[in-house]
């Protein structure tokens, strides 16, 4: 039977991909909300570095399999990585349930990150492979769209959880029966699309690149502009996951109104790729790079002056929106502009960088916090995102749709 390039052609096994893909998504969602206050309440830790070191084991844990799962991609199949990735997740709520020190929520999050790692980058890739040239934009936007309006309901749903029944165990039962349906659907209906690769790889006019990593990183100019763009972009998103909810604490908010806010921003980010990723297959890359970053830093120092509930729900959505901005049109650029035998790799290492930002973040704003407050670790994070959309707008070439 002939291979076939293209979202209809291939709709149920995408279709497949973006449910799968939400259960990847909601796995995060299962710690969003809660985990800074777990720390606080049932752990009695009051330093942010500390508290944000749970965010550093699960970026550097999931960027290296990121990377490794590029690498790996079309040597052990894209499934068998997914498969794996999902095995990693198993055990993920027990361990937080049964932890007795934040030496096992450390654990916890590396067994995240390097779940997360392989089944999401292996969703990623596997959704470009069905897709083929023209419509990758439209495949990330869905992709992400799924994964990350994941996030924000399992977000809300376990503050609301914790909020009526406590911290622990009961949020966190939502993460088992997440893990198993995942497993369940990719061990019983998945396919691999190694074939759909090379049907592509025949008609590409890109020539492979010697040391796809340093080109991805450093000397293509597009591509390293993407991959600045993507780590300051978890950068700025693991500071938000570790420091938002305790700067809600502090201005008295209940377990639910964080929540709600917290699961503002991923909602608007998940449900904004549907149309943005769209848009990066028609309108300009680099405006839509530029103006999303500069979007988030705005909307991020503007978190500083913010007192009222109203006011810090519109500015988690205006962060969400510069984030669903950037976020598909990171990856339809990555693939746009690399050779289809090579795409695994070169996202791969996109995505160790982009994930390495949540440990930089954490790290960065938790030493910042602890010095000199909170809303200078806000302030200083802001700028950092400002000044990487101005290197798009500088360095990144304007490609042709």
Known sequence: METKLGLKENWKQFGLLVIVNAFVGGMVGLERSIIPQLAETEFGISSKSAILSFIVAFGITKAIANYFTGKLANRIGRRNLLIIGWLLALPIPFVIIYANNWSWIIFANILLGISQGLTWSSTVVMKMDLVGEKQRGLAMGINEFAGYLAVGIVAFLTGFIAQNYGVRPYPFYIGIVIA????????????????????????????????????????????????????????????????????LLQLKLNNQNIGIITAIY??????????????????????????????????????????????????SAFLGIGTALVYPTFLSTIAQATNPNQRAESIGTFRLWRDLGYAFGAIISGITADIFGIQYAILLIGVITICSSVIIQIRMPDLKN
Do not use: C, R
Not at 180 to 187: D, M, Q, Y
Not at 291 to 310: E, N, R, S, V
């Open 266 to 315: 991923p909602t608007f980010w998940g449900i904004g790729q549907l149309f943005t990723g769209k848009m990066s297959d028609i309108y300009s890359k680099k405006k839509m790079l530029f103006w999303g970053m500069f979007l988030q830093g705005i909307a991020i120092i503007l978190l500083i002056f913010a007192k009222d509930f109203y006011f810090l729900a519109i500015l």
């Open 180 to 247: 198993v349906l995942g497993f369940l659907l990719t061990i019983i209906w998945v396919k691999d699309t190694k074939t759909h690769v090379s049907q592509e790889a025949k008609n590409s006019t890109i020539t492979n690149a010697e040391n796809v990593f340093m080109t991805t990183t450093f000397t293509d100019k597009t591509l390293s502009s993407v991959t600045q763009a993507g780590l300051v972009n978890n950068l700025n998103d693991g500071m938000i996951w570790g420091l938002l909810p305790i700067l």
